[in-house]
């Protein structure tokens, strides 16, 4: 029987600005421009450029060199809050609608989206 890892969940969506917690890239800040949940991992921009030589296209004849970001693991990166500007874990709360939103748990504030 396959033994199921279960993965961290990542709190992390599209659009939203993290700073990277560890390994090279450590402290850079960047916007999330795509979650690979499968993968636990996030590509975000500027963030972990990697330079790919291409075979050549029809665009590109001789081929070339293209950068690129190479995916993160989402465990090593955090959520900047757009309200107190820090690196922060995110937390859920609800309003009283019952609407669920995420919440920075170093100001308490809602986080937009
Ligand atoms: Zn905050």
């Known amino acids: 029987?396959?033994?199921?890892?279960?993965?961290?969940?990542?709190h992390i969506?599209?659009?939203?600005t993290v700073e990277v917690m560890g390994g090279r890239q450590?402290?850079?800040r960047g916007k999330v421009l795509k979650v690979l949940p499968k993968h636990g991992k996030v590509i975000i921009e500027g963030v972990n450029v990697v330079k790919r030589h291409t075979k050549p296209t029809q665009k590109m004849p001789q081929?070339?060199?293209v950068?690129?970001?190479?995916?993160?693991?989402?465990?090593?990166?955090m959520m900047?809050?757009?309200?107190?500007?820090?690196?922060?874990r995110v937390g859920h709360g609800y309003l009283a609608d019952g609407t669920k939103v995420r919440v920075c748990k170093r100001c308490g504030e809602q986080i937009e989206k």
């Open 80 to 88: 900047v809050c757009p309200k107190c500007g820090r690196a922060a």
């Open 63 to 65: 081929g070339g060199i």
């Open 67 to 77: 950068e690129k970001e190479a995916p993160v693991y989402g465990s090593r990166v």
């Open 1 to 10: 029987m396959a033994i199921t890892i279960e993965r961290e969940r990542i």
């Open 13 to 16: 969506k599209k659009g939203d």
């Open 26 to 28: 450590r402290g850079k």
